[in-house]
């Protein structure tokens, strides 16, 4: 858009609004928080502020993507699927997490030590998937809220003795919403008590009919705890994704979104970031949500140093100015001056929101007291 409210331009320059509105009294326009500028008058207030106007300033900057250009669909690859697990408590997802990591991961790897970074990569046939193993519905709520769209597929899990439960439905509603595809992967197969009918009758009645039965639903019976099923679920999971045609330029800059963020006392801001496009690179100047940096070093979910991350790839980084947050997105820039910029207006902003939130806080709890 090629305006702005008084209001939104003063959180972009980071000053109060009242000294924007000043301003603008001087140059001879009366104004109110709420009323939208044109472009000259932007451009006016910007130049008061020795800042340059440049279009970015005029689109929003909370969403990082406007940095991103458009995809060159010529160079588009074939990239791995990110899978979220989700389910009632108890009905399996950290053992069947806990499982495809066990049999997938550490065979193959001498010495076998994985590192929780909030993701990890297993490989079946020859094909990438990506898990996120922070705990699915919180991934999907934090993400969501903030704009982030990081999964392509949820295995739901239904514990065969027990079936559905109020989160199971919860799982399916924030799969819906996020209009990804679902796999119900039944487990406790092992168990006397399982029955998987039951699992399916009552997921029909919410609209997931199980293929046997004529619907359009994966069911893959498991058993997490003994391993069982998991190379079937790991292949219905490849043949999904192959529908969905997932892709990415490997070729670009990376943009993608944090998994986790934490503040480690030796190594200062470590992020977790899913690479969803592009291949991030040690060295690369980076905003991340409302801070920025270069990334220093990279670690994958194997905690091997790495130098390069592709698409659908978690890695840890740090380098960072500032821990940001779950679903925060990040974007790298073709040079550290940019990124600084754009990273310093976001964080003045940020900080702005906080001071006037807090403010407003103040003033509620003056009223209370009233
Ligand atoms: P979560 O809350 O969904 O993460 O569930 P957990 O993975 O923590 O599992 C809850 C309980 O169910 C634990 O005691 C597991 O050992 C058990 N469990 C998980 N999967 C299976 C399974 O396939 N068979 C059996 N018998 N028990 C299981
Ligand atoms: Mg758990």
Redesign the pocket.
Known sequence: SESLTVGELAKKLGREPSEIIKKLFMLGVMATINQELDKDAIELICAEYEVEVEEEILVDKSDLEVYFEAEDEALLQERPPVVTIM????????????SIRNTKVTAGEAGGITQHIGAYQVVENGKKITFLDTPGHAAFTTMRARGAKVTDLAII?V?ADDGVMPQTVEAINHAKAAEVPIIIAV?????PSANPDRVMQELTEHGLVPEAWGGETIFVP?????G?GIDSLLEMILLVSEVGELQANPGRRAIGTVIEAELDKGRGSVATLLVQDGTLHVGDPIVVGNTYGRVRAMVNDLGRRVKDAGPSTPVEITGLNDVPQAGDRFVVFEDEKTARQVGETRATSALQVQRSEKTRVTLDNLFDQL
């Not at 498991?222 to 003994?226: C, F, G, R, T």
């Open positions: 389910g009632h408590v108890d009905h399996g997802k950290t053992t069947l997490l806990d899990v514990a487990n406790k197969m092992d168990k498991i058993s997490a705890l003994k069982e």
